[in-house]
């Protein structure tokens, strides 16, 4: 791909994503050892907020899943566009107002955006 054409998709995110921008401040999860060779999963570094696009996912039911550790299976129901520099993991969490989201899934290609697939706790 050209730098031109790169360069023209990625002003193409970036104006997708202030179109109706969202700040982000995700929490890291960090893991920590119960002892018993297992580990849990503890609150751990809050991240530098970022702007990006939270739009509902068209594919409820289509999307990923994952099983969670008290046995909950959860499906995708919004994806979160970010500029490619954005550092985004699974098991990400972040809160828009009483909402809690979490990351189940990212892609990072095309190298113009982020697009993570996550869940609304609750």
């Known amino acids: 791909m050209s730098t031109l054409t790169s360069s023209a998709h990625l002003r193409l ?3 997708f994503i202030l179109e109706n921008p969202t700040e982000i401040a995700l929490e890291r999860p960090t893991r920590v050892a119960t002892g018993t060779g297992g580990y849990t999963l503890e609150t751990g570094e809050s991240l530098e907020p ?3 696009r939270l739009v509902s996912s068209n594919r409820v039911g289509q999307g990923v899943t994952r099983t969670t550790t008290d046995g909950s299976v959860v499906t995708a129901t919004h994806t979160l566009i970010a500029m ?3 550092d985004i993991q699974i098991k ?3 809160s828009i107002g009483a909402n ?3 990351v189940i899934g990212f892609a990072d290609s095309p190298p113009w955006r982020i697009s ?3 869940y609304l706790h609750g």
């Open 50 to 52: 970022f702007l990006a």
């Open 116 to 118: 993570a697939e996550v």
């Open 100 to 102: 809690t989201y979490e």
């Open 13 to 15: 995110t970036e104006f």
């Open 92 to 94: 990400d969490r972040f």
């Open 84 to 86: 490619p520099d954005e």
